[in-house]
């Protein structure tokens, strides 16, 4: 290797060295979901970031269009750009299909629209033993036998039980 070669290689060495993983504040300007990367404006200069890549097809963040966030910036290419994070974040996306907070110790999320379905029937439920004692009338000398038809027809239903799984969306735990 001659002199002038192993210059060259200790030159482009230390430019190696010279770049640097950077960080910039940016605004949101737009987000393409479909390709998982945004076009972002920054806030101190003003500059364009097209192409931001959203993640790395692991956990995918798509951050509300306006809102700040924080880019990498990779070997000091800002061409080569990434989300770090967003302070408004319209979804985000994990390859395991799992969002975890807080070490998941309280279970899953509820899922609000079965749980309200279930609540309803408690209330119809309820509501029907309430009609069950409203219509009853003491008759002299039939032993509560009319009550006891009433009470007998609504005890018959089917019994529903609930369980945790039934109302529990676990692909969010908290």
Not at 55 to 61: Q, R
């Amino acid at each position: 290797m001659s002199e002038i070669d192993k210059f060259a290689e200790n030159i482009g060495r230390k430019t190696q060295e010279a770049r640097q993983a950077q960080i910039r504040f940016v605004e949101c300007v737009s987000v393409d979901w479909e390709n998982k990367t945004m076009d972002a404006r920054g806030t101190g200069d003003g500059g364009e970031y097209r192409d931001v890549a959203l993640g790395f097809g692991y956990t995918d963040i798509k951050p509300a269009v306006g809102s700040t966030c924080l880019i990498g910036i990779i070997d000091g290419q800002e061409v080569v750009t990434f989300l770090i994070n967003a302070e408004d974040v319209e979804l985000v996306e994990t390859k395991a299909g799992k969002i975890i907070f807080n070490g998941g110790g309280n279970d899953g999320l509820v899922n609000a629209p079965e749980l309200t379905k279930r609540i309803n029937a408690l209330e119809n439920d309820n509501n029907m033993l309430k009609q069950v004692f409203a219509a009853w009338l003491p008759a002299p000398n039939d032993g509560g036998a009319a009550l006891k038809t009433a009470a007998a027809a609504w005890a018959g239903q089917q019994i529903i039980v609930t369980k945790q799984d039934d109302i529990e969306d676990n692909k969010i735990t908290h």
